[in-house]
């Protein structure tokens, strides 16, 4: 399957990058937590989550399309799904609009899966459909009873934001069909992480995409922020919510930062769990099944 992907992205010219594993900033996301090494002379890295920000700084040199398949590392993630080490496919296009990337990921997620219907939702389309009311305009009591009713463990000390996150990722995703591919866009502004915000109606949205088959969630996708200032906003931000977390602050990425007010092109990425992919195509039912081996 390894040359089945890079033959996917031969024929449409995208090229095969290899960035470091190994970095002096980490990732910084309120919900993911990374793996610290000692590099010497008291100096701190970080195995890196994704190659996103690497990936990143090679766009605005002028790399052009690229993608990369590479292991990456993430501290207490262990289960069915889940392996401190694992697979991913990350890519980035400039020529593909937000809809025709969509349309790109499919295509490579078929490779593994054969032809498979899809359906498509907004966020807030699939929140109205199977958890039964509008998120926009309901009070935090609301969204507190749906959580309760559906039998979801709370904190009192939780916000809307975090209560629409768990009642959508624990009731919405539950109910997705499992014999289609099912992509949800247009995801409520205060997931936009890396990707643009743009005002939909009367809702601005981030402009961004994941995609499930089987009840596994495979894709992420983004239409991607080229603001420095705004992602050193957001990043700031995040390093807040870890705080209230109890979690550790982590270092800036500067270089990115850098790479992004230098003028990276507009682009879209993706990024997919390839051992999910290998799992759901051999029916395997946790992900060590597929590993060669396993680190204990």
Known sequence: ??????????????MEVDTPILASAAPINPHIEVMEVRMGAGAIGYLH????????????????????LSHVFRSGEKGRRHAPEFTMLEWYRHNLDFDALIDEAVSLVSLFLGDILTERYTFREAFNQLIGFD?????EEKLQNAATSAGLDISPHWD???LITLLFSEVAEAKFQTHVLTIISDFPAFTAALSKVVQRGDEPIARRFEMYARGVELANGYDELTDGKEQRR???EHNKERLLFGKKVLPIDEDLLSALDRGMPDCRGVAIGFDRLLMLRLGADHIEQILPLVTT
Do not use: C, H, W
């Not at 399957?1 to 995208?14: G, I, P, S, T």
């Not at 989550?49 to 990369?68: F, M, N, V, W």
């Not at 998120?135 to 009070?139: C, E, M, N």
């Open 49 to 68: 989550t994704s190659p996103e920000y690497a990936l990143k700084r090679l766009l605005a040199e002028g790399s052009g399309d690229i993608y990369q």
């Open 234 to 236: 957001r990043f700031e």
């Open 135 to 139: 998120y926009l305009g309901a009070s």
């Open 160 to 162: 809307r934001n975090e």
């Open 1 to 14: 399957m390894l040359a089945a992907v890079r033959k996917f992205f031969v024929v449409r010219q995208v």
